[in-house]
């Protein structure tokens, strides 16, 4: 079968329209790709999109977002991994941007107080699902099992930090390869929908071969990533301590580490923007990630949200939005940046990392450690939506909180209920679980009973 090659600007609005129907979250992102790119355009089969899925699910930072860099620079060498890297970035850029303004401008406001109510119901539900499905992929033996469960407590009752239990988790997957043992043998990262599309029958047909010059590129570029990610950061800590330092350090530190999705990484910004730096407080990172949801682009992109807060409240400026506005770039940029780095770097090599047994060891572990991370993020989330007051319970190196049984809030508990019952239930949506959330919570508040 004969597929034309797309001109880059063709393929440009290609990546456009990916971007624009890009909700969901990594698992619709994905799905959107798929649709478009293997079943519509047959650019590439369903053996190379999972291979490429794969190789993208070994690095730190969204999976989706990577994948369509990848995806662009086998298509179009390095311009086309930045326009397909960049343009998956920018819906969800600039709508946090703008709500962001909003939410500071008009936060106070009941209407909007109410509006991020139902809000902040519905993404429990989601977060929620999220568990269960990763679950449902991740947990297919007693070995991945017990480490969901031990992440889950050493997060919850012991507080140890995200990066330390994914690297013990990595470690065991891959020492439990080395060993031999049949439960650490990685696999696939679920499969596509549908009749598969033979790699012959498509663009790229089953052998690719990249000349050596498209290989130079790729890396040269990814050397360039990495000097304009870490030159703001730089001239930033020679600048001295203060809170966009603070932004770019800690959310470069997280593009580093965050392995395992959006809904893993959240749970060690919860921890950290609101426990230690005091940026924004846990029902204002439900709010954030009500934005994120019903927003396209990548999940991550609620860090935005979060290093505009820090900035506006911390920066001291003459105008806080200029103030937080500059931070929320700084925060995207120094999330999103390493991640063109990572991709370009590794894909001349992709084929060997996809053939070393014991990183996808290591991978399978990681992703079954996730799910108990996410599960500590639901029931956080949880307590502070359903719940108006919370204490910690403290016996020696065991600290967790729990909710003030006497503080519940009727009415959120009530739209908690109604939002599960939506997306276990009755399978709607996630866009439509939202929407109706909100204008729940809006009419609550027009007949005076919020």
């Known amino acids: 079968m004969s597929v034309e090659r797309p001109s880059l600007r063709a393929a440009s609005k290609v ?20 649709r478009i790119l293997v079943e519509e355009k047959r650019w590439l089969g369903d053996s190379r ?45 600039v709508s946090i941007m703008a709500l962001s303004w909003i939410y500071v401008a008009f936060g106070d406001v009941a209407a909007v107080e109410a509006l ?25 033996n007693s070995a991945m099992k017990l480490i969901a469960f031990a992440s889950f407590i050493a997060i919850f009752a012991f507080g140890l930090p995200f990066p330390a239990i994914i690297a013990a988790a990595a470690l065991i997957g891959w020492a439990g390869e080395r060993a031999g043992m049949t439960a650490f043998r990685g696999g696939g990262h679920g499969s596509v929908a549908g009749d598969a599309v033979e790699d012959a029958e498509t663009l790229l047909g089953v052998e690719l071969d990249l000349p ?8 040269r ?5 990495l000097m304009l990610w870490l030159l703001p950061v730089g001239l930033l800590l020679l600048a001295g301590p203060g809170v966009f330092t603070d932004i770019a350090v800690y959310f470069s530190r997280m593009a580093v580490l965050t392995f395992g999705g959006a809904y893993a990484v959240l749970a060690w910004v919860a921890q950290e923007a609101v426990s230690t730096y005091g940026w924004l407080e846990p029902g204002e990172m439900l709010d ?3 934005m994120a949801e019903t927003t396209p682009g990548p999940l991550i992109m609620v860090l935005q949200f979060v290093g505009f807060l820090g900035a506006y409240r911390e920066a001291g400026w003459a105008s806080p939005m200029l103030a937080g506005t500059l931070g929320g770039l700084l925060a995207t940029w120094v999330t999103f940046a390493p991640c063109f780095a990572w991709i370009l770097l590794g894909a001349p090599f992709m084929e060997g990392l996809r053939a ?21 993020l639901a029931i956080w989330f949880g307590v502070h939506v359903i719940w108006r007051e919370v204490e910690r319970w403290e016996a020696g190196p065991i600290s967790f909180e729990l909710p003030v049984l006497a503080s519940i809030d009727g009415m959120a508990a009530v739209l908690a209920a109604l939002a599960l019952l939506a997306v276990f239930r009755l399978k709607m949506g996630m866009t439509a679980v939202l929407g109706s959330a909100a204008a729940l919570g809006l009419f609550l508040h027009l007949i005076g009973w919020r």
């Open 15 to 34: 990546w456009a329209r990916i971007a624009l129907l890009s909700f969901g979250g990594p698992a619709g992102q994905i799905a959107v790709m798929h």
């Open 49 to 93: 999109f999972l291979h490429a899925l794969n190789f993208c699910m070994l690095l730190p930072g969204p999976e989706a977002q990577q994948l369509a860099t990848y995806i662009g620079w086998l298509m179009h060498g390095v311009r086309g991994a930045v326009i397909a890297g960049a343009l998956f970035i920018l819906p969800g850029l």
């Open 116 to 140: 991020f109510f139902g809000l902040k119901a519905a993404v429990l539900a989601i977060v929620l699902q999220a568990v269960v499905r990763v679950g449902k992929r991740a947990l297919k």
């Open 212 to 219: 050596p010059a498209a290989r130079r590129g790729a890396l």
């Open 221 to 225: 570029a990814g050397l360039i990533a």
């Open 288 to 290: 954030g990630l009500g």
């Open 356 to 376: 070393n047994r014991a990183l996808s060891a290591a991978l399978t572990a990681v992703t079954a450690a996730v799910v108990g991370v996410i599960l500590n």
